[in-house]
C-alpha cells in the first residue's frame, strides 16, 4: 500500500518517514510540506492511506479530509492533533476520517494505528467488490454466471446439475431425469438439492424459467404462446396461471406495467417465489 505523510514539521515528516513500514505492507512513503502540497499530490496519484496534521498551511487537516470526500478517492485519512485539538479531531470522523493520532507520537502506536486503518481499508474494498460482483452477476444476461454467483461454495456435482438447469430449463427436464441422468435416486437428489441451496429443485428450474421470460416479454416483440414455449411450458394457461401467482399479474398485464422493465434475477425470482408460496398457505 502507498502512503503519505503531511506534516508542517520537518522533524515529524523525517520521523514518521524512518519507521519499519514494510513490516506491516506499506511499500512506498511520500512526504507533504502542506496542505496545498498534499492536495497536488493526492491529484496526481493514488495513495492508500493519508496522514495528516490537523494544522497546517494552506490546508487544514480537515479541509483535506473533506477533498478526499468530496473526490470520493479511495484514500483513507488519518490526522495528527495536539492533546488541545482533542474534540476538533474527533468531529473529523464525520469527513470519513478513519481514525486520528494524538501528539507526541510513538513509532509502536504509529504503526499499530496504520495497520489497524489498513485492516479496515481492506474490508472497505472487499465489500464494495462483492457489491460489484454482485451487480454484475445480477445483471448479467447469462443465467450459468447467475447460478455461478448465487449458489458459490455448494456441494459441486450439485452445482454442475445447476449449471445444467441453467442451459436446457427451456426442454422437458424433470427432477428424475436428472436424476436418472447423475446416477441418483430421484429422492436423495431432491434432498441434496434443498440441503445446499435452500430451495427445491422445481423452485430453482421455475425462477431461471421466470427469469427468461421476463427477458423476452420486456423485448415486446414475441407472443406471449411462444414465450412459454420457448422456456419450457407446453401449455400456455398453466404457464400464464404460474406467472401470475409469482408476479401478482398475468404476462399480458406484466407488458403494459412499468415492471416489465425492472430487471429480475434469478435470485429476486427465488424470492418472489417464497413469498407467493407462503401466501398461499
Not at 92 to 114: F, G, Q, S
Not at 224 to 242: C, E, H, L, T
Request: glycine share 4%; aromatic share 12%; charged share 30%.
Amino acid at each position: 500500500m502507498k502512503l503519505l505523510i503531511a506534516d508542517d514539521e520537518q522533524k515529524i515528516r523525517v520521523g514518521m518517514a524512518s519507521l519499519d513500514w514494510d513490516s506491516i505492507g506499506i511499500t512506498e512513503v511520500s512526504l507533504a510540506v502542506n496542505g496545498v502540497e498534499t492536495k497536488k499530490l493526492l491529484d496526481q496519484e493514488s495513495f492508500d492511506i493519508l496522514i495528516c496534521d490537523i494544522k497546517m498551511p494552506g490546508l487544514t487537516g480537515l479541509e483535506l479530509a473533506a477533498y478526499v470526500q468530496e473526490r470520493t478517492l479511495d484514500t483513507a485519512v488519518i490526522l495528527l492533533s495536539g492533546f488541545s485539538d482533542f474534540e476538533y479531531a474527533r468531529t473529523a470522523m464525520k469527513h470519513n476520517v478513519y481514525d486520528y493520532m494524538l501528539k507526541p507520537l510513538r513509532p509502536k502506536d504509529i504503526l499499530e494505528t496504520v495497520k489497524h486503518v489498513m485492516e479496515n481499508l481492506e474490508r472497505k474494498r472487499y465489500k464494495e467488490k462483492v457489491v460489484r460482483d454482485y451487480e454484475v452477476a445480477f445483471a448479467s444476461p447469462d443465467f450459468t454466471e447467475q447460478i455461478r454467483w448465487n449458489f458459490h461454495g455448494i456441494n459441486e456435482q450439485i452445482m454442475e446439475i445447476l449449471m445444467y438447469l441453467s442451459q436446457h430449463f427451456d426442454e422437458a427436464i424433470t427432477l428424475s431425469i436428472l436424476a436418472d441422468q447423475y446416477y441418483f435416486s430421484t429422492a436423495y437428489l431432491s434432498r441434496m438439492i434443498k440441503k445446499e441451496t435452500g430451495y427445491s429443485f422445481s423452485e430453482i428450474l421455475l425462477s431461471i424459467r421466470l427469469a427468461a421470460a421476463v427477458r423476452l416479454l420486456s423485448g415486446k416483440q414475441h407472443k406471449n404462446s411462444y414465450i412459454a414455449d420457448k422456456i419450457g411450458f407446453s401449455d400456455y394457461k398453466y404457464f400464464s396461471q404460474v406467472f401470475k401467482k409469482v408476479f401478482g399479474c398475468k404476462p399480458a398485464e406484466f407488458r403494459k406495467q412499468q415492471d416489465s422493465e425492472k430487471r429480475y434475477s434469478i435470485r429476486s425470482i427465488l424470492e418472489l417465489i417464497e413469498t407467493s408460496d407462503k401466501d398461499s398457505i
